[in-house]
T-cell receptor, first 111, second 115 residues
Framework: NAGVTQTPKFRVLKTGQSMTLLCAQDMNHEYMYWYRQDPGMGLRLIHYSVGEGTTAKGEVPDGYNVSRLKKQNFLLGLESAAPSQTSVYFC??????????FGSGTQLSVL | AQKVTQAQTEISVVEKEDVTLDCVYETRDTTYYLFWYKQPPSGELVFLIRRNSFDEQNEISGRYSWNFQKSTSSFNFTITASQVVDSAVYFCALSVDFGNEKLTFGTGTRLTIIP
């Protein structure tokens, strides 16, 4: 009963490096989301997807790119990491009932 | 624009006490949805409840209850007879459209239950 799986769980990058976070869900959900969680700011939506092959910008999309080539996977990319992108990243998915299922998070530090 | 305020940053109570987490929201829309999510120490957020703006009935689920009052724009969450497993960060959230892309989260309340 995996639900939403994120990899990796931890990562440390140097400024300017790139990386990709992988999110996989096994619930056949149409909708997938990437959030970032920062102290005192709650969760903010980075990008989202309403179906395979589609992506859209959320509240804080700058510096990130996403892809949804397969329905079950949603990738978040950082092309040139910056210290301001140090955060905890959460992937989530939902079906038509809007109930969000979250992954366990990825703690990213950019030095 | 929508806004969700959780004024209580941290709360600590002794086990078995009741505790209420406050949530105040702002929106000009007449149709909206309110949510509560729990984030235990393991990190992942867990859905607790969804309520639409047309349903002001209070809801009870075991030791959890929710009080929705449109007159005060509040959607408060009460845990009765708290337990150590209730220790977590709790987030209130608001959506004015169907779809989570319009979901606005509050900043969360960290609840610690002292054994």
């Amino acid at each position: 009963n995996a639900g939403v799986t994120q990899t990796p769980k931890f990562r440390v990058l140097k400024t300017g490096q790139s990386m990709t976070l992988l999110c996989a869900q096994d619930m056949n959900h149409e909708y997938m989301y990437w959030y970032r969680q920062d102290p005192g700011m709650g969760l903010r939506l980075i990008h989202y997807s309403v179906g395979e092959g589609t992506t859209a910008k959320g509240e804080v999309p700058d510096g990130y790119n996403v892809s949804r080539l397969k329905k079950q996977n949603f990738l978040l990319g950082l092309e040139s990491a910056a210290p301001s992108q140090t955060s905890v990243y959460f992937c989530a998915s939902s079906g038509l009932d809007e109930k969000l299922f979250f992954g366990s998070g990825t703690q990213l530090s950019v030095l | 624009a929508q806004k969700v305020t959780q004024a209580q940053t941290e709360i600590s109570v002794v086990e078995k006490e009741d505790v209420t987490l406050d949530c105040v929201y702002e929106t000009r829309d007449t149709t909206y949805y309110l949510f509560w999510y729990k984030q235990p120490p393991s990190g992942e957020l867990v859905f607790l409840i969804r309520r639409n703006s047309f349903d002001e009935q209070n809801e009870i689920s075991g030791r959890y209850s929710w009080n929705f009052q449109k007159s005060t724009s509040s959607f408060n969450f009460t845990i009765t007879a708290s337990q150590v497993v209730d220790s977590a960060v709790y987030f209130c959230a608001l959506s004015v459209d169907f779809g989570n892309e319009k979901l606005t989260f509050g900043t969360g309340t960290r609840l610690t239950i002292i054994p």
